[in-house]
């Protein structure tokens, strides 16, 4: 079987629609990393065929040498993933010395990696050091989740308590808070830095008027943070300066307790 038909590349072709749709990725915005074990990549390529090389610009953490990830391309569109995966798509296998990236498949118009990808790759080292079935990075411009970026202090006490007393799913889906950056250039490897070092303690991470970061174990994991952000963050937004019933820290702690959470320290008093 071709790998264009894969279930990795149908997982990505199908997200980034749904994404596109969802008026998150506008133009080139949003970017996803998938780590594929070479069991899987074997089943396509029985031995490594490259096509060509490209250079990270920084060096790749050592949990991540020789292994394979399917990535968004730079500039490309989310709406057209599903249109043309093999253009808008690649698959990179990073290199023993964690310096270069090779192309086994995808960005046929000469294309490479998202420049995102600093973020990306050293978010997978953090996260799959923490968790080693983590897979998925993923990256996008949700509006809401921006707008009360812009309307906070860059505080993730702060960002992560407005969202746990907006909506009662929000502490159950990411009981260990959201980290925040701010505002910062973005493409770089100082952003990747920061990014990783706030995986360290959280599977997402807003970029202060810019967009958020999520990890997870597959594509729905990873999407399905992203998206409570969002519909917090929305419910957030709709209902500022409106609000008569906020959640109560007792229910909070009650919901914690009920499914046997561990709280980010400093967001709820514990009475
Ligand atoms: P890329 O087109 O390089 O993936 O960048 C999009 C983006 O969201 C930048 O943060
Ligand atoms: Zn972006």
């Not at 596109?20 to 029985?46: A, C, K, M, T």
């Not at 253009?87 to 998202?114: C, E, F, P, Q």
């Not at 998925?136 to 505080?155: E, K, N, R, S």
């Not at 308590?161 to 100082?190: D, I, Y």
Request: proline content about 4%; charged content about 25%.
């Amino acid at each position: 079987m071709d790998f264009v038909e894969s279930k990795f590349v149908k997982e990505v072709s199908e997200i980034t629609d749904n994404m596109y749709h969802q008026g998150w990725d506008e133009r080139n915005g949003g970017n996803i990393s998938y780590l594929i074990d070479e069991q899987f990549v074997r089943e396509y390529f029985p031995k490594d065929v490259f096509l060509r090389d490209l250079e990270l610009g920084f060096t790749a953490d050592e949990v991540l040498r020789n292994k394979y990830f399917l990535v968004t391309g730079t500039g490309k569109y989310f709406k057209n993933v599903i249109k043309d995966p093999e253009n808008n798509l690649g698959l990179v296998k990073i290199d023993s010395d964690g310096h270069t990236a090779h192309l086994l498949w995808g960005y046929r118009d000469g294309g490479r990696m998202t420049s995102e990808f600093p973020a990306h790759l050293m978010s997978h080292a953090v996260r799959f050091k923490a968790n080693p079935n983590n897979r998925v990075i993923m990256h996008t411009h949700p509006t809401y989740t921006i707008c009360m970026g812009a309307c906070l202090p860059t505080d993730e006490v702060v960002f992560t308590r407005k969202l746990w007393k907006s909506n009662t799913e929000a502490v159950v889906v990411f009981p260990e808070g959201v980290g925040v950056l701010p505002c910062m250039v973005c493409g770089t490897n100082e952003i990747g830095m920061a990014t990783a070092e706030k995986m360290k303690e959280h599977r997402i991470v807003t970029w202060t008027n810019h967009g958020i970061y999520g990890a997870g174990n597959d594509i729905d994991e990873a999407f399905g943070l992203i998206e409570t952000v969002e519909k917090t963050a929305q419910i957030y937004m709709l209902t500022l300066g409106h609000v008569v019933n906020e959640i109560p820290d007792e229910v909070i702690i009650g919901l914690a307790k009920l499914w046997n959470l561990k709280m980010m320290p400093g967001v709820i008093e514990e009475k």
